[in-house]
C-alpha cells in the first residue's frame, strides 16, 4: 500500500487523542485485518466471550437448575437483558426485551399494530432492506389484504435517500393508511432518517409508528420513548457485535402493554404464572410480551458481555467518534478517491448519516473482492456501492487513511480487473 497524498501523521494525531481508542484491544479483529464490515457483523469481543464461556458451564454444572441458579438466572435473562439495552434505545427497561429475528419481529410488531391500527395500509419506503417488504406483505396476506394494493411504497428521488416531506405525503395521500414503517438507517446509502418527525406526522395522522433500527443500535443514540415510537426491533450482531445470528431486540412503548401480540407464544405470557401452564394467554405487562418461544441462551449470552464494552464506552463519545471517522473518509475519498472513479452516496450532514459510507463506482463489485483480499472487509451492495463501515470501538483513524489508501490502489493498479463480476480472481 502507498499512502495517499494527505499526511498519514494527522490520522495517528487523532488516534493518540481518542479516548476510545484503548477499546480495540477488547477485540479479536480477524488475521488483524482491516475490518470495515461492522454494520453487517461485528467482531467478538473478549467481554462476549467470557460471558457466552459462562452460561456453557452453567450448563455444563447445572443442567435444568440454570433456570433458576444461573447467575443471572436464564428464566428472565430476556428482561435483564432488555433493561441493560433500554439506555441505547431512550426507553424504560420494561419497553425493551431480547427476542426473536429481526425478521420475526417485524412480523409479529407490524402484525400487532396493524391489528391495533385504524387503517390497513402500511407505509414503507423503497430503499428498505428486502426482508422487512417480505414480512410486512405476508402479514397483509395473512389478513385477507392485497399487498399490492395495501403496501404503500415512498419512492426515492435520487435512489439513495427518503425525504421525510415524502414518507409525510404518502400518509397523507392515503387515508386507509394505518402504520409507518421505516428503517432509522438505511443499509445501503448510510442516510440517517428523522425518526422524531416521522413519528410526530404518523401521530397528527392517527397512524401508528415503528422502525427497524438494525443500522443505528449501538452507534447512534435513541430517544423512542420521548419520541412515542410505537414499537421497534433491531439485529445484535451488527454494532452490537453479539455474534452471527444472535437474538434480535425490540421496543413496544408502554402505552401498548397488555396488547396480545399477534405471534402469542408461551415465553411472552405473564412471568409470574408461566408454569401455572393455563391454556389461556395473560400478556406480560411489558415488551416482553412480544417474546414467542424460549429464550435461546446460546445466541443471547454474548450480547451481555457486548453490551459492558459499548456501556463502557458511552454511546455518546460511539457516535461523536462515529461522526469524526465518517467525516474523515468521506473527506479522503473527496480529496484523494474521486480521481479514481469514487463518490459518496451517503448524506454529508452528520446528523443525516449513520455508522457508514456507501462509497459508490461502476466497478463496486470487483472492488469489493480485491479489497478483500488485501485484508480490506467491506460489503459490496448492488448496484454499485462498497459498503464502508469504520465502527469506533475498533477502528481507528488510521485504518481509515489505510483503507482509503487500498481503494485507491486496487484501481490504480488495475488490480480490480483481475477478478470477473462474481469476485473471483479470473
Ligand atoms: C440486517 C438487517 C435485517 C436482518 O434481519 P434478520 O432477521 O436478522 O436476518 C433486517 N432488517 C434490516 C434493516 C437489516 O439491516
Known amino acids: 500500500m502507498d499512502e495517499l497524498d494527505a499526511d498519514a501523521a494527522v490520522a495517528e494525531r487523532r488516534d493518540e487523542a481518542d479516548p476510545l481508542a484503548e477499546f480495540a484491544d477488547r477485540f479479536h479483529v480477524p488475521d488483524d485485518g482491516l475490518y470495515m464490515d461492522g454494520n453487517s457483523l461485528g467482531p467478538l469481543s473478549t467481554d462476549a466471550e467470557r460471558t457466552l464461556d459462562r452460561v ?52 409479529n410488531l407490524v402484525g400487532t399494530f396493524l391489528d391495533r391500527a385504524d387503517g390497513d395500509a402500511v407505509v414503507v419506503d423503497e430503499l428498505d432492506f428486502p426482508t422487512d417488504h417480505y414480512a410486512v406483505r405476508a402479514q397483509l396476506r395473512q389478513r385477507g389484504l392485497d399487498p399490492e394494493e395495501k403496501l404503500v411504497v415512498v419512492e426515492s428521488r ?20 394505518g402504520v409507518v414503517f421505516l ?15 416521522i413519528t410526530a406526522a404518523a401521530h397528527e395522522r392517527g397512524l401508528l409508528a415503528g422502525f427497524d433500527l438494525a443500522h443505528s443500535v449501538g452507534v447512534v443514540p435513541h430517544d423512542l420513548s420521548a419520541h412515542g415510537v410505537d414499537f421497534a426491533t433491531w439485529c445484535s450482531y451488527k454494532y452490537l457485535n453479539a455474534g452471527p445470528g444472535a437474538i434480535a431486540g425490540l421496543y413496544v412503548n408502554e402505552r401498548h402493554f397488555g396488547e396480545t401480540p399477534a405471534l402469542a407464544g408461551w415465553w411472552g405470557h405473564e412471568k409470574e404464572t408461566q ?12 415488551a416482553g410480551a412480544w417474546q414467542t418461544g424460549t429464550v435461546p441462551m446460546l445466541s443471547a449470552a454474548p450480547l451481555e458481555g457486548s453490551l459492558e464494552v459499548l456501556h463502557d464506552a458511552g454511546i455518546d463519545a460511539v457516535r461523536e467518534k462515529s461522526v469524526e471517522l465518517t467525516e474523515y473518509l468521506i473527506e479522503l475519498v473527496d480529496d484523494e478517491l474521486a480521481d479514481y472513479g469514487y463518490a459518496v452516496g451517503t448524506p454529508r450532514d452528520p446528523d443525516r448519516r449513520g455508522g457508514h459510507v456507501a462509497l459508490e463506482h461502476d466497478e463496486a ?36 487513511y489505510d483503507a482509503a489508501a487500498h481503494c485507491r490502489d486496487v484501481v490504480a493498479s488495475g488490480e480490480y480487473e483481475t477478478y470477473d463480476a462474481e469476485g473471483e480472481v479470473s
Open 56 to 107: 456453557v458451564e452453567e450448563w455444563r454444572e447445572m443442567g435444568i437448575e440454570g433456570w433458576t441458579e444461573g447467575e443471572p438466572p436464564w428464566f428472565r435473562y430476556a428482561e435483564r437483558l432488555g433493561d441493560r439495552l433500554a439506555p441505547l434505545l431512550g426507553a424504560d427497561g420494561d419497553e425493551v426485551v431480547i427476542a426473536n429475528s429481526t425478521t420475526v419481529n417485524v412480523h
Open 365 to 400: 463489485e470487483r472492488i469489493s473482492a480485491a479489497l478483500r483480499d488485501r485484508g480490506v472487509v467491506v460489503d459490496y451492495r448492488p448496484p454499485n456501492v462498497v459498503r464502508t463501515c469504520p465502527s469506533p470501538l475498533y477502528t481507528s483513524f488510521r485504518d481509515v
Open 158 to 177: 435520487d435512489g439513495r435517500t427518503i425525504a421525510a416531506e415524502d414518507v409525510v405525503a404518502a400518509m397523507d395521500e392515503r387515508d386507509d393508511a
Open 275 to 286: 408454569f401455572e401452564m393455563n391454556m389461556t394467554y395473560t400478556p406480560a405487562d411489558s
Open 183 to 197: 428503517p432509522s438507517v438505511l443499509y445501503r446509502s448510510g442516510q440517517l432518517l428523522d425518526v422524531e418527525r
